[in-house]
């Protein structure tokens, strides 16, 4: 079985300040784990995702995740936040990678103040 | 432009009406999904498609009926629907096997009254 969490459904941070979005998951093999973003009335939207390469991931829009195996966690940040960031954000796993069988978390609501 | 498009972007039905969600991806992709995306919950797998063939409905009631015509399309037809049916349907494409990415739709926005 596979599971994702999602710390804290509402983030808020100021303009210019880190983004953390913590996730952490369960899963009985190794797994394939993924951030999407979902704007406002917007499918989601592939971020980054990590597939046993470098545990430190970097993918678009400046965002970055860190894989540690020995906290079940992948959580996501961006040094400098950007008022065009404000969205929800989704953590899923996969057991195979395989679109298939992602299982997402609940969501994380990003608000950026000015 | 994602390259899954579906229609119609907002959809407003009684109980007892009939509709269906369309969808259809232009990039080739041999799988397709219907998720369902509640308030407060987290998405929900309801069908998979492989090659035009169905490979998972994770216990959808039958009141939600899919049809895969070809690689390309996908429907989601629906029929007496309940008031907790109102959600965000989310249609995504892949290309399938490991490390493949999914593509998502912007979702259709149902409102059962």
């Known amino acids: 079985a596979q599971s994702v969490t999602q710390l804290g459904s509402h983030v808020s941070v100021s303009e210019g300040a880190l983004v953390l979005l913590r996730c952490n998951y369960s899963?009985?093999?190794?797994?394939?784990l993924f951030w999407y973003v979902q704007y406002p009335n917007q499918g989601l939207q592939l971020l980054l995702k990590y597939t046993s390469a470098a545990t430190l991931v970097k993918g678009i829009n400046g965002f970055e995740a860190e894989f540690k195996k020995s906290e079940t966690s992948f959580h996501l940040t961006k040094p400098s936040a950007h008022m065009s960031d404000a969205a929800e954000y989704f953590c899923a796993v996969s057991r195979s990678g395989s679109a298939r069988q992602l299982t997402f978390g609940s969501g994380t609501q990003l608000t950026v103040l000015p | 432009e994602t390259g899954v498009t579906q229609t119609p972007r907002h959809l407003v039905m009684g109980m007892t009406n009939k509709k269906s969600l369309k969808c259809e991806q232009h990039?080739?992709?041999?799988?397709m999904y219907w998720y369902k995306q509640s308030a407060k919950k987290p998405l929900e797998l309801m069908f998979v498609y492989n090659f035009k063939e169905q490979t998972e409905n994770n216990s959808v009631p039958s009141r939600f009926s899919p049809e895969c015509p070809n690689s390309s399309h996908l429907f989601l037809h629906l029929h007496t629907l309940q008031p907790e049916d109102s959600a965000l349907y989310l249609c995504a494409s892949s290309q399938g096997g490991v490390d493949t990415e999914a593509f998502f739709g912007q979702g259709t926005r149902l409102t059962v009254v």
């Open positions: 899963s009985s093999v190794p797994p394939y």
């Open positions: 990039l080739g992709h041999n799988a």
